[in-house]
């Protein structure tokens, strides 16, 4: 058998590159996304950590501030570096012990300044704190990287003044004369990667817990993103807390009543690691294309190294800067769902910066000014009550959203998006083995009636009026022929809302996969066809279970969407299909996990996910379509449904 080629050192579209692919992933496919990636010399603003600590002890520093009559307190650390160009994104937890005797992690703003950093701590006595310092800029692009002399500069080999190993400098920087800081992969020092990382949904005001696929000893802080749209108002998610059970298990608490998507990153870096000589001659570099590319602790034999004994390996995911954004807003409390360039597989990671009260602050995922202010009093503001109050994120359809308290003037937000995701990285037990015929229950309406409804599918909830289907004899379909719907509901309301059934897996399939053939013929409409999943009640639309939509010619461009209402409890991609093409579609629900991909007829099925995200939804249901629209036009055909509920894929006839 065949290895999968992981590792490309040298030429590649025309320029000397490293570049490494995740196990599975063939590193010579121009058309590998980010995340298929472990590291690519390529990649711009490749993230590198200046300086970091799980456990930072010592004197704490206060200052404070007035705001609507109040005197407010802040207490911090800090942490000083060699000055830089720029303010560095950093980010900051309290960590302390709770009763339970649980080391705990609660995310705190950061201020971030060009020779130093300050972390909140809070007004208790024994928090310590964890941070981590990255020599990447906050507010801006880094405009070094520009300067790239036409190639990616890096050394395999002996350095003149570091000695043998493998050496990558961030673009535009001289591999053999930089300085450390510039270094984005090496044998000195680790890179920051991802350890692991997922997502859950946490429903209101609800404490998550995550049992880990890994084992964590050393209980390293855990990076919270919450991917709630909280329309107008701005708090959410303030002072996100984990809590390590054990060395495989967390709990997340979150100071937010609202039901939400919760991501989590656990780093694989060690902030104690101190570079130096090896005592003996010793393999630290591994290039394989088994195991791809790995790079061990000094005085370690890279090739018998432990996964805790080594610096990189390319089954974890390095991270880079491919996008920013910059808000300078000046009486307008609301940016409504900017669009991203960035499209991984879910909500992107990302560092966010907010400049008020003189600095500029810094957090991961989101940020919340309302609680800049952990001291007095005991209790935070309320939302609206104090005029540096602040919100920003991004939600699982990919849109950054941020809002300001009404008496904000001029607040300045700067977002660095990470072209990666943390949600559902590793599918390895998605499936408990390959598509089985005999166990998927499936139509290709090769025994329908040109002209009549299928058999076997049935109209639910407004049985007697609105949306039906019929079966066209449309000659490029799998058998000749295809059902689509006619009339439609128009815009969903509990009064107009029907479903057509497919009525062989029952009504209470919960967990599942599903493989549907579809090609778009007409447009615009929102949602030419909705594949549900879970549909359990004659509720409105937006209350559905699980709704699978691919739509275009409408505002939000060409997208891929699936949740029960286009808010933050459902995900979207961009994807650029094509009318009159054939495509196949699967969808896959378990649990609050939710995964779709799509692909054009007669290729391979792709071995990753356009779409993964969490979300909320009924128990169980039946699964069908529906589809928006008041008219007879004749939007989309469905050749072909397949559904498996045995914990394998759905069978279809692919290639």
């Known amino acids: 058998m065949a290895l999968t080629p992981r590792v490309l050192l040298g030429l590649f579209e025309g320029e000397g590159r490293l570049r490494v692919s ?159 800081r510039d270094l984005r992969l090496t044998i000195e020092r680790p890179p920051f990667q991802i350890a692991e990382a997922g997502a859950v949904w946490r429903t209101a005001s609800a404490t998550v817990t995550v049992n880990l696929r890994g084992s964590y000893p050393d209980y390293p802080p855990v990076i919270i993103m919450a991917s709630e749209d909280r329309g107008s108002a701005p708090s959410v998610a303030a002072g996100p807390t984990v809590a390590w059970v054990d060395a495989s298990t967390i709990q997340i608490e979150i100071s937010s009543s609202n039901a939400q998507a919760i991501q989590y990153i656990i780093p694989a870096y060690d902030p104690a690691y101190v570079h130096g000589a090896d005592a003996a001659s010793t393999p630290r570099v591994l290039v394989d294309q088994t195991v791809g590319l790995a790079i061990s602790k000094r005085n370690v034999d890279v090739r018998v190294a432990s ?83 602040m919100f920003a994120t991004i939600n699982q359809e990919k849109r950054l959203r941020a809002a300001w308290a009404a008496g904000n003037s001029t607040p300045n937000l700067r977002a660095a998006i990470i072209d990666h995701s943390a949600t559902l990285l590793d599918d390895g037990d998605l499936y408990s083995g390959p598509a089985l015929q005999a166990e998927s229950a499936y139509d290709d309406f090769s025994g329908a009636t040109v002209g009549s409804a299928p058999p076997g599918w049935t109209r639910r909830y407004q049985a007697t009026t609105g949306m039906a289907v019929v079966t066209n004899a449309v000659a490029s379909a ?26 062989a897996p029952g009504s209470a399939v919960a967990d599942g996969d599903i493989l549907a053939g579809i090609r778009m013929v007409n447009g615009p409409i929102v949602f030419p066809m909705e594949i549900m999943f879970r549909r359990s009640a004659a509720a409105t639309h937006q209350a559905a279970g699980i709704v699978c939509d691919v739509s275009g010619g409408v505002a939000s461009g060409q997208r891929l969407w699936f949740g029960p209402t286009y808010d933050a409890a459902a995900g979207a991609a961009d994807y650029a299909w094509a009318y009159d093409t054939w495509y196949w579609l699967r969808l896959n629900v378990k649990g609050s996990q939710r995964r779709m991909k799509i692909w054009p007829r007669g290729t391979a099925e792709p071995a ?32 072909f449904f397949s559904i498996c509920t045995t914990g394998r894929p759905a069978w279809g006839p692919l290639p």
């Open 608 to 639: 990753f996910w356009n779409l993964a995200f969490v979300g909320p939804g009924s128990a169980s249901g039946y699964v069908g379509l529906t589809q928006w629209g008041t008219t007879s036009t004749a939007y989309a055909y469905l050749d």
């Open 307 to 389: 996964d805790s004994n080594l610096l990189f390996r390319a089954t974890r995911s390095a991270l880079h800067v491919p996008e920013r954004k910059a808000v300078n807003n000046a009486g307008t409390a609301v940016i409504n769902k900017t669009a991203l360039t960035t499209n991984p597989v879910g909500p992107p990671i990302a560092f966010f910066g907010a400049y008020r009260l003189g600095r500029w602050w810094s957090a991961a995922g989101g940020i919340d000014m309302q609680n800049a202010a952990l001291g007095a009093p005991s209790s935070l503001p309320s939302p609206g009550a104090i005029n540096y109050e």
């Open 22 to 180: 995740r196990p599975g992933f063939d590193v010579t496919d121009p058309t590998l996304g980010n995340e298929q990636l472990a590291f690519d010399s390529a990649w711009p603003e490749i993230l590198s950590v200046l300086a970091a600590s799980w456990q930072l002890s010592g004197s704490v520093s206060s200052e404070a501030w007035s705001a609507d009559g109040v005197t407010y307190t802040r207490k911090y650390r800090s942490v000083t570096f060699a000055t830089l160009p720029w303010e560095p994104i950093c980010i900051g937890w309290a960590r302390q012990i709770n009763i339970s005797g649980q080391v705990t992690y609660t995310q705190t703003p950061s201020a971030s300044y060009v020779d130093h950093c300050t972390f909140t701590v809070g007004a208790s006595s024994g928090v310590d704190t964890a941070y981590i310092i990255f020599a990447n800029p906050l507010t801006q692009a880094d405009s070094r990287e520009a300067d790239n002399g036409g190639s990616y500069n890096l050394l395999a080999g002996v350095h003149p003044t570091r000695g043998p190993g493998l050496f990558v400098p961030r673009r535009g920087a001289d591999v053999l004369s930089c300085a450390d």
């Open 478 to 503: 799998l058998t000749g022929k295809a059902i689509r719907v006619t009339i439609g509901f128009g815009t969903p309301s509990a009064s107009t809302y029907a479903e057509i059934s497919f009525d």
